[in-house]
């Protein structure tokens, strides 16, 4: 963008190399070049800026192949502007003497109007051919076409307008036809993996077969080395019989010898011991009648003995006795004394004690009236009885102490309680 310096009656207009001023004073183009820097009066003055720059166009072209199929056709354009003057004329490509900016956006509209010419090419081609050739060959076709139709078009070159060169990016469908027509590739493509995957497996079965027949020869081989090895087995086994055979026949013989030599031995030995168990009576014989006449006599011997020995064990039993009697009968004298004597003490140290209460008591009731005496006794008696049967009471004795009783109310006096019978109490 062109720098534009503002002072109070002047300003200063500054351009790039690619950019080609216009500058307009009371209407009438007073200055023009590219890169050119120079000073003004704002306010009569009118500037266009135009790019002698290669610019570039991007626009999305969507129509219909011949089988009534939306296709869509990005395309890229890149243009010039031969004559910056026409084109200018054409198009507004004023700025503001404020900051240099565009007023409008002519490169916008200078798209549009690329994206209008290159339409009726595209249309015309898609009309003629199918989707899956639109497609598959759209992008070079349309690029050749769109060439040769926006270069010869004079509309764009009235505008000062020249095509440097033509891209049409891709040539779409829309996503359910795109994922169609991929549909026979993709498949393709699986049905070759799966052959691939088939010849996979039937190599790997041929190899399996391979194995198992390897397995199969090395079984059987295994099978005849075993057979061999029966046979072998067998014949060892026998042969381990006949050994087995002929050693249990030499032991049978050797076990006959034996027991033959075992029967002259026992019939030798029997001999002996019948000769042997002869003598032995004989000496048995003689040996107990020995013994008899040795134990007749040892008996008789031990008898003497034991008449002598029990007649001396009597005798000193009766001794020990006698002594054992009389030392028993004098320490049961002593025992007897000595208790009699603690006995006799004992009594004598009670009855003393009791004689001493008595008389203490004796005396402690040797200055009490007659009656108060008689109530302790009362008294002492009622402790002493568990159960009293019948009370009689004397005309002796009633009046003796109804007698007391006036007398002592006449005098004053407190009457004497009443004397506890003398008889006809049952303790």
């Given at each position: 963008?062109?720098?534009?310096?503002?002072?109070?009656?002047?300003?200063?207009?500054?351009?790039?190399?690619?950019?080609?001023?216009?500058?307009?004073?009371?209407?009438?183009?007073?200055?023009?070049?590219?890169?050119?820097?120079?000073?003004?009066?704002?306010?009569?003055?009118?500037?266009?800026?135009?790019?002698?720059?290669?610019?570039?166009?991007?626009?999305?072209?969507?129509?219909?192949?011949?089988?009534?199929?939306?296709?869509?056709?990005?395309?890229?354009?890149?243009?010039?502007?031969?004559?910056?003057?026409?084109?200018?004329?054409?198009?507004?490509?004023?700025?503001?003497?404020?900051?240099?900016?565009?007023?409008?956006?002519?490169?916008?509209?200078?798209?549009?109007?690329?994206?209008?010419?290159?339409?009726?090419?595209?249309?015309?081609?898609?009309?003629?051919?199918?989707?899956?050739?639109?497609?598959?060959?759209?992008p070079e076709v349309l690029g050749r076409e769109l060439t040769k139709a926006l270069a010869v078009d004079e509309e764009l070159t009235a505008m000062g307008l020249r095509l440097v060169s033509v891209q049409v990016d891709q040539v779409i469908a829309t996503p359910e036809v795109r994922k169609a027509l991929e549909t026979p590739t993709r498949e393709s493509i699986q049905q070759k993996a799966d052959e691939a995957v088939f010849q996979r497996r039937a190599l790997a079965v041929?190899?399996?077969?391979?194995?198992?027949?390897?397995?199969?020869?090395?079984?059987?081989?295994?099978?005849?080395?075993?057979?061999?090895?029966?046979?072998?087995?067998?014949?060892?086994?026998?042969?381990?019989?006949?050994?087995?055979?002929?050693?249990?026949?030499?032991?049978?013989?050797?076990?006959?010898?034996?027991?033959?030599?075992?029967?002259?031995?026992?019939?030798?030995?029997?001999?002996?011991?019948?000769?042997?168990?002869?003598?032995?009576?004989?000496?048995a014989t003689e040996a107990r009648a020995s013994s008899q006449r040795v134990l007749g006599e040892a008996e008789a011997q031990t008898k003497r003995v034991l008449m002598e020995a029990e007649a001396h064990s009597k005798r000193t039993m009766g001794e020990a006795e006698a002594v054992a009697k009389k030392a028993l009968a004098d320490a049961e004298a002593t025992h007897k004394r000595l208790v009699g004597e603690a006995e006799a003490g004992a009594r004598r140290a009670i009855l003393e004690a009791e004689t001493e209460a008595e008389i203490r008591g004796l005396a402690a009731w040797k200055d009490m009236p007659p009656e108060v005496v008689t109530a302790l006794g009362v008294k002492a008696l009622g402790e002493k009885i568990t159960k009293i049967g019948d009370i009689h009471l004397t005309p002796d004795l009633v009046g003796d102490w109804l007698t007391k009783l006036l007398r002592g109310k006449a005098e004053g006096a407190a009457p004497a309680p009443l004397a506890a019978p003398k008889d006809g109490i049952e303790a």
């Open positions: 963008m062109a720098q534009i310096t503002r002072y109070p009656f002047f300003a200063h207009l500054r351009s790039e190399p690619n950019q080609y001023i216009l500058h307009f004073s009371a209407g009438r183009l007073t200055r023009e070049g590219k890169g050119v820097a120079y000073w003004f009066r704002p306010l009569s003055a009118a500037a266009a800026q135009v790019p002698v720059e290669d610019c570039c166009a991007t626009f999305l072209l969507a129509e219909r192949s011949a089988d009534f199929q939306e296709v869509s056709v990005q395309c890229t354009v890149v243009y010039r502007f031969s004559d910056p003057k026409l084109a200018a004329s054409r198009i507004n490509f004023s700025i503001s003497l404020v900051n240099g900016n565009w007023v409008e956006d002519p490169l916008d509209r200078a798209a549009s109007l690329w994206n209008q010419r290159a339409r009726p090419s595209v249309r015309a081609y898609l009309a003629t051919v199918q989707v899956a050739d639109a497609v598959r060959n759209g041929e190899k399996e077969r391979a194995i198992k027949e390897n397995e199969l020869e090395t079984q059987v081989e295994l099978a005849k080395r075993q057979d061999d090895l029966i046979r072998q087995q067998g014949s060892n086994k026998l042969r381990e019989v006949e050994s087995a055979a002929a050693a249990e026949r030499a032991k049978l013989e050797a076990e006959l010898t034996r027991q033959h030599l075992a029967a002259d031995g026992a019939a030798r030995d029997l001999k002996m011991k019948a000769e042997t168990d002869a003598i032995a009576q004989k000496t």
